[in-house]
T-cell receptor
Framework: DAKTTQPTSMDCAEGRAANLPCNHS???????VYWYRQIHSQGPQYIIH???NNETNEMASLIITEDRKSSTLILPHATLRDTAVYYC?????????????????FGQGTILTVHP | GAVVSQHPSRVICKSGTSVKIECRSL??????MFWYRQFPKQSLMLMAT?????????EQGVEKDKFLINHASLTLSTLTVTSAHPEDSSFYIC???????????????FGQGTRLTVV
């Protein structure tokens, strides 16, 4: 799976949009971009994933550049409860039926702090 | 959403004893579950892949005789830390993916984690 690079930490004011970047310059054609977050002392929580089109769900939006070498996770109206470590993970879905599918390789992530 | 439950959430044990951690998929079947470990201020590291009805697959550097994994049913995997020592103190997290198609989603879902402290 391709390696990702994220800033170590970011701050955001409550109510404002939080834009978290991720570089994945070695991504290959069959690899998806996934985002998870981990609130302190909890297990990771799935946020969103995408291949090449922008995606939106109730939690966030994912913007993937046309060359797919980078992406941005957008939390449109950050709250204090969004303070967490955000992980950008690139992974192939090719072997969706295989036993290794679902295994994730976590980097260091971005510590997002939302302040009042 | 899908729920993966871990038990216990916290455990303190004496050095030399064994501790069992359970991971259950509550509303779906999971032929495969994953066990991760996370030390303070570090990221999650995969320890092993648990396969229902067969032996677990361990990542390089993880002692299979120390971290016993049993996946006897489609909804339960257990991790037993044998002869625990203070350096085994960590946050242990499991994940599972729906293999039955019940959820219409093949992504992995995570438990809430187990904080193990060995004294």
């Amino acid at each position: 799976d391709a390696k990702t690079t994220q800033p170590t930490s970011m701050d955001c004011a409550e109510g404002r949009a939080a834009n978290l970047p991720c570089n994945h310059s070695t991504i290959s054609g069959n690899e998806y971009v996934y985002w998870y977050r981990q609130i302190h002392s909890q297990g990771p929580q799935y946020i969103i994933h995408g291949l090449k089109n922008n995606e939106t769900n109730e939690m966030a939006s994912l913007i993937i550049t046309e060359d797919r070498k980078s992406s941005t996770l957008i939390l449109p109206h950050a709250t204090l409860r969004d303070t967490a470590v955000y992980y950008c993970i690139v992974r192939s879905r090719r072997n969706a039926g295989g036993t290794s599918y679902g295994k994730l390789t976590f980097g260091q992530g971005t510590i997002l702090t939302v302040h009042p | 959403g899908a729920v993966v439950s871990q038990h216990p959430s916290r455990v303190i044990c004496k050095s030399g004893t064994s501790v069992k951690i359970e991971c259950r998929s509550l509303d779906f079947q999971a032929t495969t579950m994953f066990w991760y470990r996370q030390f303070p201020k570090q990221s999650l590291m995969l320890m092993a892949t648990s396969n229902e009805g067969s032996k677990a697959t361990y990542e390089q550097g993880v002692e299979k005789d120390k971290f016993l994994i049993n996946h006897a049913s489609l909804t339960l995997s257990t991790l037993t830390v044998t002869s625990a020592h203070p350096e085994d103190s960590s946050f242990y997290i499991c994940s599972a993916r729906d293999s039955s198609g019940t959820l219409g989603n093949t992504e992995a879902f995570f438990g809430q984690g187990t904080r193990l402290t060995v004294v």
